[in-house]
T-cell receptor, first 110, second 112 residues
């Protein structure tokens, strides 16, 4: 039931911005976009979420297109510790369950 | 503030046995969800509890069950273990419906 499409892998130079895209063309009007990341052998870590407007916190920025069919997670200054699998998730608020896709494996290169 | 705690961290069982996994949510969080993660299927939703009631269930056989106690702690049980049940089992808690999930580091179950 995955509702999101992400590139399988990406590389980013250390210190540069990492821009991770996500397509969610079937998203409903009341569904949120969430981003999590998972470092090997750890549980997924919450990053950010949004509904319509762009959001920013201490970790990242989330840019959602006006038609809500896609979004981009931005890590402004990537570090080696940002190497992880990043999941873009559409939240199904009718059942409080998250549909995780296959995610994007981000490698930050020194 | 303590995070989500899952015990045990690692577990090895043989086919046919049963297993119980434990999860202590973040203090004040009343919703607890369970997920199974395998290399082939990724992260899949098992079930979610809120105030001791199962509110939602994923597409898993009845061998997978869970419960939540009055203090919000949760357990999941898998009976008649199969080799395919080998996975990382993740517990997540949230304060309310529609709040971000906070995950524990999981229990890695190996069935031999």
């Amino acid at each position: 039931d995955a509702k999101t499409t992400q590139p399988t892998s990406m590389d980013c130079a250390e210190g540069r911005a990492a821009n991770l895209p996500c397509n969610h063309s079937t998203i409903s009007g009341n569904e949120y976009v969430y981003w999590y990341r998972q470092i090997h052998s750890q549980g997924p870590q919450y990053i950010i979420h949004g509904l319509k407007n762009n959001e920013t916190n201490e970790m990242a920025s989330l840019i959602i297109t006006e038609d809500r069919k896609s979004s981009t997670l931005i890590l402004p200054h990537a570090t080696l510790r940002d190497t992880a699998v990043y999941y873009c998730i559409v939240f199904n608020n009718t059942g409080n369950q998250f549909y995780f896709g296959t995610g994007t494996s981000l490698t930050v290169i020194p | 503030k303590a995070g989500v705690t899952q015990t045990p961290r690692y577990l090895i069982k043989t086919r046919g046995q049963q297993v119980t996994l434990s999860c202590s949510p973040i203090s004040g969080h009343r919703s607890v969800s369970w997920y199974q993660q395998t290399p082939g299927q990724g992260l899949q939703f098992l079930f979610e509890y809120f105030s001791e009631t199962q509110r939602n269930k994923g597409n898993f056989p009845g061998r997978f069950s869970g419960r939540q106690f009055s203090n919000s702690r949760s357990e999941m049980n898998v009976s008649t273990l199969e080799l395919g049940d080998s996975a990382l089992y993740l517990c997540a808690s949230s304060r309310n419906y529609n709040s971000p999930l906070h995950f524990g580091n999981g229990t890695r179950l190996t069935v031999t």
